[in-house]
């Protein structure tokens, strides 16, 4: 990594700053270093002549020096005994020697230095050009800078569930170096010698899993067996011992997952009649679906969802104070704001500065220059450079909101950058603009886009994905983990509710044979599959009892704490939060092919637009509140930034109020000089209820990407926000979610809320995918890769249609493809995905199941394994469940998308 820090360049005693476009910051390795011909016209560019050209007949000189002195490179020319003499250096040892010919000749020698590409150790190299130029300004310039290397490393193998799982066995009880644990995965083979593994068995479960990738695990005070319990709640499998083994006179035991929800139906219904049955509900555990918080959720795993732009999409803010209505400080107090706390920033998550005073509008991106604060903590805070030192950082801390940093600078200095604000210094390097210069009051109107991973909680209620008929009830379900990934904790709400609620079944079998015992997992018939075997062996007979349980499965298994707020805990002049949840359903059926009017998610071309069209996600939402009255309340409207997901079959849009009084944070510019007060930007705040802080409609519609959500000629709207109204047309349904009608003439998108004093509002929008047949299966991918949502969804086109000859896991949202068949593709395309609101699949023979699932595709990326080698690991993507069904396509099948209201009317 490089980075330019500055150019001095001197001409017959003037100096002037300029910024090479070759140097800025990072920059990879090998470096290139610009021929003398282009600098010296880029620089010629820069001053503005238009003639200013290196003669190739005077002395030329490029020097690379390290933090130690040695010249790593020089290439220079110099007229010795009118001759022009050319040499070349490199670590300090002359390497070259040419006499280039005589500069007294009619036909002077030619020479230009040229581009050069070095790979550099990691150190702070000076970097000088200097030559002699003559015609619009002669004599010698000489341009001084820095230059800032480090080496990076392959980024580490990424785990994967084999890694886990072997991992936790090598350190469940002390070994020694030889020894091999006593508990072995399936398929795990490991080194005589060293007692480490070394490869998997093919076929071996150890080599199917070490093909998917892990979420971070973190457990503590569990036994082994929990463990492995939670690592298959994320593989749909429980653990168990299927045998035991010598090795060297010791015992170890093999263990693997049983699979649920796969697709080997057990042939015990077929061999007597049952001696016994029973069949059992349990009404406190009857439900329609799930209600469920989490303070914790991220997002790693799918880019684009649970990533929050902030303000929004295309907008921007200045700077804040961390404490409001305060004056605005030239120092750590003053903030780039946040709403979330951040998990990370920077890389593919960018920071932009999107205005500059005296500069103009435009998107310079900073996000090189913000550091962990753990990173930061080690820089330097006296000399040195990019990206060594704190005149060049801004930081973050991990789980906390807000990026700092910005007016770091160290008044007695060994190096002058230090004596500039680092933002200023950051500013000058993505503008080139080294000679820019702004005071305070200017550096505070610097205005920021800021896209990061938060950390963030939701409230979802998560519906069964099949709804015929019955009672809606909801069952309260909690989670206590550390940090959730969102992608599990969906599939686990997913497989939760499927589970819940369903007709338990219990049969007696008396059995000649141990072949005949079935094993968990397995399916008893196409709606149950078996959940427990209990054996016992009698002298004739074996006597065999089996529990069923419908869409049976133990996915991802939190412990759950009683987060429910007792009245006593709650003072009555308490602020607390209240989290809404405002849910609407996508239906999919082959009958029903009508939506609801009145809902919030309205559109004639539901897959076009919501699933795999070319639109972009949610970016922001602007609010209103309506009186009791109906009629619109007497404030500006308030703009808020969505964080949008998916978790399960449901799409989500979650926004927050900061307080219970205000939106936010805005600052005004006050100029008290004349009166003697103190000038300088000061803090406030933006409240969005009456004068008692309460409201009683809550309107809102959603912005797209698409939009410039704040029109850029707004009036200092940066200062502002998020007290910033939308333009917002009748009709206009660019970059709007919600419908056509304007929130600003009736309470069409208005809900009835009442928010108190005391509340402080986090409302949730969510979309849940549901079927009205019981062969039907939505898959996660369907709402995951929702345009929405994801900005890198799947477009319809690029889906691909499979063909089945035996049944698919109603569970797994990855399917197994490898006895499977492609349909799409040829000739012969039976997969239509309309720009309206059907897909339709035309007939194929010959298959029991069918399947709609995610292009597959492999990357191959170097990294580093545990003992610094590097290699290369492949990473395995798609080939996942959109929507799918066990039945055949004899008849060909249309599916309708409609958005609904209320599904249990």
């Known amino acids: 990594m490089a980075s330019f820090v500055n150019f001095n360049i001197y001409h017959n005693n003037s100096n002037f700053n300029f910024l090479s476009d070759y140097f800025k910051s990072p920059m990879s390795s090998p470096i290139i270093f610009q021929s003398m011909q282009d600098f010296s016209v880029s620089v010629g560019e820069y001053l503005g002549l238009s003639n200013y050209e290196v003669e190739n007949e005077f002395p030329?000189?490029?020097?690379?020096?390290?933090?130690?002195?040695?010249?790593?490179?020089?290439?220079k020319t110099e007229i010795i005994n009118a001759h022009l003499i050319l040499t070349i250096t490199q670590n300090g040892t002359v390497t070259r020697t040419q006499d280039l010919g005589s500069v007294a000749d009619n036909v002077p020698p030619t020479y230009t230095i040229n581009a050069k590409t070095l790979n550099l150790p990691s150190d702070t190299y000076t970097v000088v050009y200097a030559y002699y130029a003559y015609g619009i300004t002669t004599g010698e310039y000489v341009a001084t800078g820095y230059i800032g290397v480090?080496?990076?490393?392959?980024?580490?193998?990424?785990?994967?569930?084999?890694?886990?799982?072997?991992?936790?066995?090598?350190?469940?009880?002390?070994?020694?170096?030889?020894e091999k644990p006593r508990f072995r995965f399936d398929g795990?083979?490991?080194?005589?010698?060293?007692?480490?593994?070394?490869?998997?068995?093919?076929?071996?479960?150890?080599?199917?899993?070490?093909?998917?990738?892990s979420p971070e695990f973190a457990f503590t005070k569990m036994t082994f067996r929990e463990q492995m319990q939670m690592v298959g709640g994320f593989i749909h499998g429980e653990p168990r011992i299927t045998s035991f083994a010598y090795d060297n006179g010791k015992r170890y035991y093999n263990f693997?997952?049983?699979?649920?929800?796969?697709?080997?139906?057990?042939?015990?219904?077929?061999?007597?009649?049952?001696?016994?049955?029973?069949?059992?509900?349990?009404?406190?555990?009857?439900?329609?679906?799930?209600?469920?918080?989490?303070?914790?959720?991220?997002?790693?795993?799918?880019?684009?969802?649970?990533?929050?732009?902030?303000?929004?999409?295309?907008?921007?803010?200045?700077?804040?104070?961390?404490?409001?209505?305060?004056?605005?400080?030239?120092?750590?107090?003053?903030?780039?704001?946040?709403?979330?706390?951040?998990?990370?920033?920077?890389?593919?998550?960018k920071i932009y500065v999107k205005s500059i005073p005296s500069v103009g509008s435009g998107e310079w991106d900073i996000s090189p220059y913000i550091f962990e604060k753990a990173d930061y903590d080690n820089l330097s805070s006296y000399a040195g450079t990019y990206p060594f030192v704190k005149a060049y950082a801004l930081y973050y801390t991990q789980g906390e909101k807000n990026i700092k940093g910005a007016f770091f600078k160290s008044e007695h200095a060994v190096s002058s950058i230090f004596?500039?604000?680092?933002?200023?210094?950051?500013?000058?390097?993505?503008?080139?603009?080294?000679?820019?210069?702004?005071?305070?009051?200017?550096?505070?109107?610097?205005?920021?886009?800021?896209?990061?991973?938060?950390?963030y909680g939701a409230r979802v209620q998560t519906s069964k994905s099949v709804i015929i008929g019955g009672i809606p009830r909801n069952?309260?379900?909690?989670?206590?983990?550390?940090?959730?990934?969102?992608?599990?904790?969906?599939?686990?709400?997913?497989?939760?509710?499927?589970?819940?609620?369903?007709?338990?079944?219990?049969?007696?079998?008396?059995?000649?044979f141990l072949s005949d015992i079935p094993k968990a997992g397995m399916l008893y018939d196409e709606n149950y599959y078996i959940s427990a075997v209990s054996v016992e062996i009698l002298p004739t007979y074996i006597k065999c009892t089996v529990a069923l349980s419908k869409d049976f499965n133990r996915l991802s298994q939190y412990v759950g704490i009683n987060t429910e707020k007792r009245m006593w805990e709650v003072s009555e002049k308490q602020a607390f939060k209240r989290d809404s949840v405002l849910r609407e359903y996508l239906k999919i059926s082959q009958t029903d092919n009508t939506s609801d009017n009145g809902v919030f998610f309205t559109s004639p071309n539901i897959v076009n637009q919501y699933l795999f069209g070319g639109l972009s996600p949610v970016s922001a939402v602007?609010?209103?509140?309506?009186?009791?009255?109906?009629?619109?309340?007497?404030?500006?409207?308030?703009?808020?930034?969505?964080?949008?997901?998916?978790?399960?079959?449901?799409?989500?849009?979650?926004?927050?109020?900061?307080?219970?009084?205000?939106a936010g944070q805005k600052v005004e510019y006050v100029n008290a000089e004349g009166s003697g007060g103190v000038s300088g930007y000061w803090a406030n705040y933006v409240p969005y209820g009456d004068y008692y802080g309460r409201f009683y409609y809550l309107g809102f519609a959603f912005r797209r990407n698409t939009t410039v959500v704040a029109p850029q000629s707004a009036t200092n709207y940066e200062q502002n926000y998020p007290n910033i109204?939308?333009?917002?047309?009748?009709?206009?349904?660019?970059?709007?979610?919600?419908?056509?009608?304007?929130?600003?003439?009736?309470?069409?998108?208005?809900?009835?809320?009442?928010?108190?004093?005391?509340?402080?509002?986090?409302?949730?929008?969510?979309?849940?995918?549901?079927?009205?047949?019981?062969?039907?299966?939505?898959?996660?991918?369907?709402?995951?890769?929702?345009?929405?949502?994801?900005?890198?969804?799947?477009?319809?086109?690029?889906?691909?249609?499979?063909?089945?000859?035996?049944?698919?896991?109603?569970?797994?949202?990855?399917?197994?493809?490898?006895?499977?068949?492609?349909?799409?593709?040829?000739?012969?395309?039976?997969?239509?995905?309309?720009?309206?609101?059907?897909?339709?699949?035309?007939?194929?023979?010959?298959?029991?199941?069918?399947?709609?699932?995610?292009?597959?595709?492999?990357?191959?990326?170097?990294?580093?394994?545990?003992?610094?080698?590097?290699?290369?690991?492949?990473?395995?993507?798609?080939?996942?469940?959109?929507i799918g069904a066990n039945k055949p396509l004899d008849n060909g099948i249309t599916l309708h998308l409609a958005i609904k209201k209320d599904i249990y009317e």
């Open 475 to 512: 069952l309260a379900y909690n989670q206590s983990a550390n940090i959730v990934e969102a992608r599990y904790y969906g599939e686990n709400l997913k497989g939760v509710v499927a589970r819940l609620g369903n007709v338990s079944m219990t049969y007696t079998y008396h059995l000649a």
């Open 725 to 882: 109204q939308v333009t917002y047309e009748v009709g206009d349904t660019t970059g709007v979610v919600a419908n056509a009608t304007s929130p600003l003439n009736g309470k069409f998108n208005a809900v009835k809320y009442r928010k108190d004093s005391r509340e402080i509002p986090q409302v949730t929008y969510e979309l849940t995918a549901v079927t009205d047949d019981k062969d039907i299966i939505i898959g996660s991918a369907l709402m995951r890769n929702s345009r929405c949502v994801n900005d890198n969804g799947i477009q319809g086109s690029d889906l691909k249609l499979y063909g089945f000859t035996e049944r698919i896991n109603t569970i797994n949202t990855k399917l197994d493809l490898s006895n499977a068949v492609e349909l799409t593709g040829g000739q012969y395309n039976p997969l239509n995905i309309t720009n309206g609101n059907e897909i339709t699949i035309s007939s194929r023979s010959g298959y029991v199941a069918w399947a709609i699932v995610t292009p597959m595709s492999e990357t191959i990326i170097n990294v580093e394994d545990e003992d610094g080698n590097e290699t290369t690991q492949t990473i395995h993507e798609g080939g996942e469940l959109v």
């Open 256 to 349: 693997s997952f049983d699979e649920y929800g796969g697709n080997k139906l057990s042939h015990i219904k077929t061999l007597k009649p049952y001696v016994s049955a029973g069949f059992s509900t349990d009404i406190n555990e009857y439900c329609t679906g799930l209600d469920t918080s989490s303070d914790n959720l991220i997002n790693q795993l799918d880019w684009a969802q649970g990533v929050i732009v902030e303000p929004f999409y295309d907008g921007a803010i200045t700077m804040r104070s961390e404490n409001t209505t305060m004056r605005l400080q030239e120092d750590n107090s003053t903030i780039i704001p946040t709403v979330y706390p951040i998990y990370q920033t920077g890389g593919r998550y």
């Open 622 to 662: 602007s609010v209103y509140r309506w009186k009791k009255d109906g009629n619109l309340a007497n404030r500006n409207n308030i703009t808020l930034p969505v964080i949008a997901s998916s978790l399960g079959n449901a799409m989500q849009f979650t926004f927050a109020f900061r307080d219970n009084y205000s």
């Open 150 to 178: 480090v080496d990076n490393h392959l980024p580490l193998k990424k785990w994967t569930i084999t890694d886990v799982i072997v991992r936790a066995c090598d350190l469940i009880e002390p070994l020694r170096y030889g």
């Open 188 to 213: 795990v083979v490991y080194d005589d010698t060293t007692g480490n593994a070394v490869s998997y068995e093919v076929g071996s479960q150890a080599k199917k899993y070490d093909k998917i990738l």
């Open 60 to 75: 030329q000189r490029i020097t690379i020096t390290n933090s130690t002195g040695v010249k790593v490179y020089e290439e």
């Open 419 to 455: 004596s500039k604000y680092a933002l200023l210094n950051i500013i000058r390097a993505v503008t080139g603009r080294s000679d820019l210069d702004l005071t305070p009051k200017q550096l505070m109107e610097v205005s920021f886009q800021v896209e990061y991973l938060p950390v």
